[in-house]
């Protein structure tokens, strides 16, 4: 495994993928990390090579497992969501594909890059989990894909992604934007950053919606219309080894009115930690 050490020096930039932490998530907007924080991880942990080849042959194997815990704003579900998954995952300098998605570096160069990816997306919430959820319709897996981007700006990269439904599971698009700061201290490898998501009504309504066929007493008919979710992201990776990996992931996702609207959800912010391990043969 070559761990990139990220300080004042000029980032090789890449675009965002649906990477390791971002396998199956029991609530489409609570992941374990952001795009832009995803891919950031990513380099921290995927070998870089200048050989033509090899930045599609030449990858690494990752196996590993994840943990994660992150609060649960559906009323009165369990406050707290954990889960434990398992990594499985080819990643190259410019190709991943793993139980997580794709992610295909069509376009790249020294400040700029451009992707094509695939993935999922998991149903937001189970029905069974709450009396006020109680009588909603059970949602599908979508099948999703779209293009991603990261351009190189003063110390930092920026990143963005679209991804649309292809399977119409709702039906809609997800845009997410945000800045982030690699950094390093010793063998730690720091990443700071934020931006906002911005999601269509479509998909709004596929998390928090309350349509006509589903209105009991309580939750009534809730028709959202599209939102801008901001968030704050953090991540620290530790190599172990040369091969073996740690990663910590946190966030805080801030919902906004076109959620806290709805009368299933209860609570205006989703608050997230990972923790990864990551073996590369």
């Known amino acids: 495994m070559n761990l990139r050490r990220f300080s004042h020096l000029p980032l090789k930039p890449s675009a965002i993928a649906i990477t390791l932490t971002a396998v199956f998530s ?48 559906y009323r009165g579900a369990d406050s707290v969501d954990p889960s434990a998954l398992p990594v499985l995952a080819y990643d190259a300098e410019r190709l991943h594909i793993g139980l997580d998605g794709i992610d295909a570096k069509v376009w790249k160069n020294e400040f700029a890059s451009v992707s094509i990816l695939g993935g999922l997306r998991m149903e937001p919430f189970d029905p069974g989990d709450s009396s006020y959820l109680n009588g909603l319709e059970e949602r599908d897996m979508a099948f999703e ?10 110390r930092g990269e ?24 690699p950094t390093n201290y010793e063998k730690f490898q720091f990443n700071f950053g934020g931006g906002v998501t911005w999601q269509s009504e479509e998909l709004v309504d596929y998390n928090v919606g309350v349509r006509r066929n589903e209105v009991r007493a309580d939750p009534g008919f809730y028709a959202p219309g ?14 172990v080894t040369e091969r073996f990996a740690v990663v910590g ?33």
């Open 158 to 181: 920026f990143r963005a992604n679209y991804l649309t439904d292809l399977n119409d599971a709702y039906g809609g698009h997800e845009i997410d934007v945000g800045y982030y700061l």
């Open 26 to 73: 029991g609530q489409a907007y609570a992941q374990t990390a952001t795009p832009g924080q995803r891919e950031i991880i990513r380099e921290q942990v995927n070998p870089q090579t200048d050989d033509a080849l090899k930045p599609w042959l030449g990858g690494n194997w990752q196996l590993g497992a994840i943990g994660r815990v992150s609060s649960n704003p």
């Open 249 to 281: 992931t946190s966030g805080v996702r801030f919902l906004p009115d076109e959620y806290t609207d709805s009368s299933i959800i209860e609570d205006d912010y989703v608050l997230s930690a990972g923790l990864v391990l990551v073996y590369n043969f």
């Open 226 to 239: 599209a939102a801008f979710i901001p968030h704050l992201d953090f991540s620290v990776t530790y190599p």
């Open 145 to 154: 894909a779209g293009v991603g981007g990261s351009l190189r700006l003063w």
